[in-house]
């Protein structure tokens, strides 16, 4: 997949269709992303949206449209998710039920737990202050 950056209509759209859901809104990727209990559920890919699915709504949509596993880095398909082919995302009202579905399913998951910040991390932003002070 090529990355690239996403347009501001597809930002907004996804916003858009992302009101009334209590979500949180971060980046991944360098993309707008959106969260429910720290599980990330959908986000854009470039101009493409990708989302979470239960397995059985997963198995339901390809019956329906053609859906590809998400794939950010070649080799690499993350669990769960998919990207949804441009009729589904251009049509309102299944992207909605798609939504509502992906919610349902990432509701149902455990907080993901924020993993501690690794030793090597902290050392190298000490470091970078320690240079910039040096620096002044």
Known sequence: MEWKKASQGQVEYLAEMMKGIPCEHRKMFGYPCYFINRNMFIGLFGDDIF?????????????????????????????????LPVELVEDREQLASII??????????????????????KKATKRAAKKAKESD
């Open 100 to 121: 509502a579905k992906s919610v349902e399913y990432t509701s149902t998951l455990p907080e993901k737990v924020k993993k501690p910040r690794k030793a090597g991390a």
């Open 51 to 83: 989302i979470r699915l239960s397995p059985e709504d997963r198995a339901e949509l390809s019956e329906r449209a053609e859906i590809v596993p998400f794939e950010p880095m070649a080799g690499r398909p993350m669990k769960d998710y998919v990207m």
